[in-house]
């Protein structure tokens, strides 16, 4: 069993920045792929971001967000920029034991409860 517990999340401008944290504890595993996904009003989760040993980002997010991990905090950051009124929506971070790039949802067992990100123009 894996928890996660996101943060970071709030109101910022158009053309903002937002760093959010992911802390995960319980049975990470040694190797495992943590991602952001995000769901905005009305609409599906969609993937955002993952890390592996590789870093994979749809191409909405791709040059404006960065994911990273720290492994001795067991934590998975991701830092946005140039954010945009479409980046609205309730970002949240999951964790998968397979090693390596997905952007299934169906493949990541653990979820955190998410945290609001509003970019107002």
């Known amino acids: 069993q894996v928890q996660l517990v996101e943060s970071g999340g709030g109101l910022v401008q158009a053309g903002g920045s937002l760093r959010l944290s992911c802390a995960a504890s319980?049975?990470?595993?040694?190797?495992?792929?943590m991602g952001w996904f995000r769901q905005a009003p009305g609409k599906e989760r969609e993937f955002v971001a993952s890390i592996s040993w590789r870093t994979d980002y749809a191409d909405s997010v791709k040059g404006r967000f960065a994911i990273s991990r720290d492994n001795a905090k067991s934590t998975v950051y991701l830092q946005m920029n140039s954010l945009k009124p479409d980046d609205t929506a309730v970002y949240y971070c999951a964790h998968t034991t397979a090693w390596g790039t997905t952007r299934r949802q169906a493949d990541f067992g653990s979820w955190g409860q998410g945290t609001q990100v509003t970019v107002s123009s």
């Open positions: 319980g049975r990470t595993g040694v190797t495992y792929t």
